[in-house]
């Protein structure tokens, strides 16, 4: 049987040109990749040692290779700049909590485990989002507790981070 295409009316080659330019704006980062504080080897971590959620720190990068706890998977959900960032070993997704500390809770369609990549100029660097609260990881040196938390989105160059996703031999 043939079916013929009956375009809506809405369709035309400039709404097929938005389209695609809107979908080239947005870079599909998807991947296996480590969470790097910029300007350090410092990289997020997932700490199993305690019942879950599992909290989120800040851990240097070993010299032989990037630990199986900092190991993450970046899936993009194909809008905007929106991921995913789900913890390759214990499949565990990084979340937020309302107290203000980044966690990792089990992997399920809960608003407060998308992050958006909101890419810097430079395109290498970018800050991690909390979808709609703006609010973004930062690295907390000051702290003697939670190396990693959430607070207002700023241009602090604390909340600035890189995909390493070269697992060679680290610093």
Known sequence: MITRFTPPKTFS???IAL???????AEDLSGRAAIQARGSHMLLDLIIAAPPPFPVDLWPREKSSIGVNQVWNLRWLQHDNLYEIQHENTHKSLAWMSDGDAQVYAAQQ???NTWTLVLQPDSTTFRLEGTGTGRC???NDESKG???TLS???EASNQLWELVRDFGPGP
């Open 13 to 15: 080659l400039l709404s």
């Open 137 to 139: 990881i930062g690295r």
């Open 152 to 154: 207002d989105c700023s």
């Open 19 to 25: 389209q695609l330019a809107v979908l080239s704006c």
């Open 146 to 148: 939670a190396r990693v």
């Open 110 to 112: 809960d608003s407060n």
